[in-house]
């Protein structure tokens, strides 16, 4: 690094670089988390009201009919609906 001062200051920009991008990769994990703490805290979620719209439990698909099916199928070539079952699964 001594010899060749320009590639030092290149080394230095990139461990910089890849340093500040670690840091704001672990905030974001931790805001996170910190949200879902949030959420999982009894007390926090006391006053809020409880929307079964938003209950997923039992909305899961069964088959793969019905997992990869679209809404439009009934207009839809059946060709065009079978190349979609294909990509979704890819």
Avoid: W
Avoid at 52 to 70: I, L, N, Q
């Amino acid at each position: 690094m001594n010899e060749n001062p320009e590639m030092a200051e290149m080394y230095q920009q990139a461990f910089a670089q890849e340093k500040m991008d670690r840091e704001i990769d672990l905030q974001r994990v931790e805001g996170v988390h910190e949200y879902f703490d949030d959420i999982q805290d009894q007390r926090k979620m006391a006053n809020k009201h409880h929307d079964p719209r938003y209950d997923v439990v039992g909305t899961v698909k069964d088959t793969d009919d019905e997992a990869f099916s679209t809404d439009l199928e009934a207009d839809v070539d059946p060709l065009d609906t079978e190349l979609y079952r294909h990509y979704k699964l890819m």
